[in-house]
T-cell receptor, first 111, second 115 residues
Framework: QQQVKQSPQSLIVQKGGISIINCAYENTAFDYFPWYQQFPGKGPALLIAIRPDVSEKKEGRFTISFNKSAKQFSLHIMDSQPGDSATYFC??????????FGTGTRLKVLA | GAVVSQHPSWVICKSGTSVKIECRSLDFQATTMFWYRQFPKQSLMLMATSNEGSKATYEQGVEKDKFLINHASLTLSTLTVTSAHPEDSSFYICSVRPAGMGTQYFGPGTRLLVL
């Protein structure tokens, strides 16, 4: 059974700063590793996902860095904005098409 | 990405009644859908994998007789919470993984409150 450890639990960043959230997983699987953004009362929205044979993927202000040997991946949010204030979840593949989610990081970006 | 809808978005029911939640994949055919439960300020917990035309696969610790899943078509899966009790109050979210796409897309969720 896949285990996923996500840190930090909460994060406060000044507007314009860089937000960094980390995840560590246990079992290697060739499937996408995604990050989701969730606002209160809403379903999670896919933010960005990376294949395990790629070390970095960037989409706009969001970047995933993937370290296969360390079994870790991280989300970087550049130029953080108050609208980025949400809960972020990483997920790691666990079985056919299934995912195990991290515990979540509550990000608050101060104006 | 895929567009997923859920109905209802909110439901309040009395203890002992059954509640049905629908999950629809609006722009992709989905042979597989997933049902999650999320308690306040907690992570998403996978409850079961819904398979079109066959029985759902439940995660360990999830009562299959309490959480009935039906996946009768390629665009619709339903979750029925039978004999609901206050401890079943939670946020229920479904997801789909369209063929050829790398990951899952979630619906907006259904908030269930059992009185």
């Amino acid at each position: 059974q896949q285990q996923v450890k996500q840190s930090p639990q909460s994060l406060i960043v000044q507007k314009g700063g860089i937000s960094i959230i980390n995840c560590a997983y246990e079992n290697t699987a060739f499937d996408y590793f995604p990050w989701y953004q969730q606002f209160p009362g809403k379903g999670p929205a896919l933010l960005i996902a990376i294949r395990p044979d790629v070390s970095e993927k960037k989409e706009g202000r969001f970047t995933i860095s993937f370290n296969k040997s360390a079994k870790q991946f991280s989300l970087h949010i550049m130029d953080s904005q108050p609208g980025d204030s949400a809960t972020y979840f990483c997920a790691a593949p666990s079985g056919t098409y299934k995912y195990i989610f991290g515990t979540g990081t509550r990000l608050k970006v101060l104006a | 990405g895929a567009v997923v809808s859920q109905h209802p978005s909110w439901v309040i029911c009395k203890s002992g009644t059954s509640v049905k939640i629908e999950c629809r994949s609006l722009d992709f055919q989905a042979t597989t859908m997933f049902w999650y439960r999320q308690f306040p300020k907690q992570s998403l917990m996978l409850m079961a994998t819904s398979n079109e035309g066959s029985k759902a696969t439940y995660e360990q610790g999830v009562e299959k007789d309490k959480f009935l899943i039906n996946h009768a078509s390629l665009t619709l899966s339903t979750l029925t919470v039978t004999s609901a009790h206050p401890e079943d109050s939670s946020f229920y979210i479904c997801s789909v993984r369209p063929a050829g796409m790398g990951t899952q897309y979630f619906g907006p969720g259904t908030r269930l409150l059992v009185l």
